[in-house]
């Protein structure tokens, strides 16, 4: 299945290991889910990873994205930009251009357009569920 993770969800797999997100690190390795990202979204992560209250190193930061850009496809939404302050756009617009199977979120603004947008737009759960069938 072929999804675009919002952010918020790549770092929650990845920083905590045994918390309430670890299933998607491993639907992503296991191959259960292909995560679809653009390089907006791949800069996203990096920057976001950076975060002081992470406290993580750079090499940190390296052995963590090891864990999730092998399992992931590159989309490319070139010539586009999101509005200002609306960086969740992006997601939309990777989602689309790409034809993903479903975007999956926890931002309210995005998950606001469940039921309009095109692919579905799931919570984790959503997603959680769909994968045990």
């Not at 919002?6 to 995560?35: C, E, H, M, V, Y």
């Not at 976001?48 to 930061?61: R, T």
């Not at 979120?105 to 984790?124: E, H, M, Y």
């Amino acid at each position: 299945m072929r999804v675009v993770l919002d952010t918020n969800l790549i770092l929650s797999a990845l920083l905590f290991a045994d918390g309430n997100l670890a299933w998607l690190r491993k639907a992503w390795q296991s191959k259960s889910i292909r995560p679809v990202i653009s390089d907006a979204t791949k800069e996203d992560l990096f920057v976001s990873l950076s975060y002081p209250k992470f406290e993580l190193s750079v090499a940190e930061q390296d052995l963590l994205l090891e864990d999730f850009f092998p399992y992931s496809e590159a989309a490319s939404i070139s010539n586009w930009m999101p509005s200002h302050g609306m960086f969740s756009q992006v997601f939309l617009a990777v989602a689309h251009k790409a034809k993903v199977d479903a975007l999956v979120s926890v931002d309210k603004n995005l998950l606001a357009l469940r039921g309009s947008f095109s692919p579905q737009i799931l919570t984790a759960e959503g997603l959680r569920k769909c994968l045990q069938g």
